[in-house]
Structure formats: C-alpha cells, structure tokens
Antibody
Framework: EVQLVESGGGLVQPGGSLRLSCAAS????????MNWVRQAPGKGLEWVSY????????HYADFVKGRFTISRDSAKSTLHLQMNSLRAEDTAVYYC?????????????WGHGTLVTVSS | QSALTQPRSVSGSPGQSVTISCTGT?????????VSWYQQHPGKAPKLMIY???KWPSGVPDRFSGSKSGNTASLTISGLQAEDEADYYC??????????FGGGTQLTVL
C-alpha cells in the first residue's frame, strides 16, 4: 500500500526540541521530493519545509528558518523534521506530503499527521 | 508570504454548483500555473483534488474543475453531493521552492 506514516509528535515545553519522522512505503521514496505541512488546531494548512529527492535542495518557511531542519534517509525511506527552539505557535498537526514525481509543484500523497503540542 | 484569500464558507444544495475563489498576488497565483486544491474532511488528511490549475489526479471525479484568471484561482464543484461537504484549501507555488496555502473554505451541502 502506498502510504506515509508520521511519528514523533508529543508534548514539549517552550524552547524544547522534537524530531518528527515520516515512514514511506509502497513507492520509490528516492524519486520524490518531500515536504512538511502543518495545521494548527482549528486553523488552515501552512507549508513548512521542502527537500528535493536528492537532498541537495532544502527550503523553509520564514517562521521556522533557523529553528527547523528537514532531512531524509533514502536507504530507510524516511523523512525527518528536527524542530528546535519550539514556541507555543508551533503547536499543530504536522503532515508529511509527497511532491509528485513528474513535478515538484503539488502534493499528491499525505500522511495522517502527528500532533505537536508546545506548552509548559 | 501572506496566506491566499478564500471565502470562509460556501454552501449549496445537492445537485447544484458552487465555486470557491482563491486570491493571491503576482508572486504566487498570478505568477505560476501551479495552483492546486485539497479537500479535507474533519480529522482526516488533505486529499489532492486539482493540480496545475485545472488538471485532475486519477480517481477524482470531473465534477471538480479548476481555473485561473490573473491573481485569482477558482474551484468549481458541480452536481454537489453530500460527501463533498468538507474544507477546501487552495495552494500556490510561490517561487524558490516555497508554497503558500489559502485560509480554507468550509463547504456545506444543505
């Protein structure tokens, strides 16, 4: 089955760190660029970060730049998001989203999400 | 980048058509033909409905259609069905491998 499964969310104090993972299966993970998209409780979707298929290109939304790091392990078909210096406003469900293999410009497969709560 | 502007809610009766607008700028919607639309049911992951402004992914009914004029993209759902009731989000490529989403539109099928 083609799927993405996120893990690693939880409750963390402001200023703390958390590492999210996204396990891919059912497709050739190394062929697709990947993204993280988040959704605060009751709010809309917000793009967070992008990594190319080869890991040579990474980009971040301004609100996480310098705090979050995206990476991938193609041997393990896993995407990661290292989140440091977490703030209350980072509280959200974090989704990993696959970019289409032919083009990077849209997200054709999403995971179910993992909830990150930043609170003291 | 500021979020794209969508109406907070739209509604329609079964069988009718509704259109959801998505307004951005020349730096995103107006500058690229890379607008996509996502459907999200409560508690579920988003699902791709339209990509590259007006193309359908496999499995999405052609009742869903997309278009763009200038800085505004639109999603039209014809022949409304009860299962279409969901939140809809537009998304546009914004250059330099960044993307911007709309605030979301809640569709109610009356």
């Amino acid at each position: 089955e083609v799927q993405l499964v996120e893990s690693g969310g939880g409750l963390v104090q402001p200023g703390g760190s958390l590492r999210l993972s996204c396990a891919a299966s059912g497709f050739t993970f190394s062929s697709n660029s990947m993204n993280w998209v988040r959704q605060a409780p009751g709010k809309g979707l917000e793009w967070v970060s992008y990594i190319s298929a080869s890991s040579s290109t990474v980009h971040y939304a301004d609100f996480v730049k310098g705090r979050f790091t995206i990476s991938r392990d193609s041997a393990k078909s896993t995407l990661h998001l290292q989140m440091n210096s977490l703030r209350a406003e980072d509280t959200a469900v974090y989704y990993c989203a696959r970019a289409a293999v032919v083009t990077d410009w849209y997200f054709d497969l999403w995971g179910h999400g993992t909830l990150v709560t930043v609170s003291s | 980048q500021s979020a794209l502007t969508q109406p907070r809610s739209v509604s329609g009766s079964p069988g009718q058509s509704v259109t959801i607008s998505c307004t951005g700028t020349s730096s995103n919607v107006g500058g690229y033909n890379y607008v996509s639309w996502y459907q999200q049911h409560p508690g579920k992951a988003p699902k791709l409905m339209i990509y590259d402004v007006s193309k359908w992914p496999s499995g999405v009914p052609d009742r869903f259609s997309g278009s763009k004029s200038g800085n505004t993209a639109s999603l039209t759902i014809s022949g409304l069905q009860a299962e279409d009731e969901a939140d809809y989000y537009c998304c546009s490529y914004a250059g330099s491998y960044t993307w911007v989403f709309g605030g979301g539109t809640q569709l109610t099928v009356l």
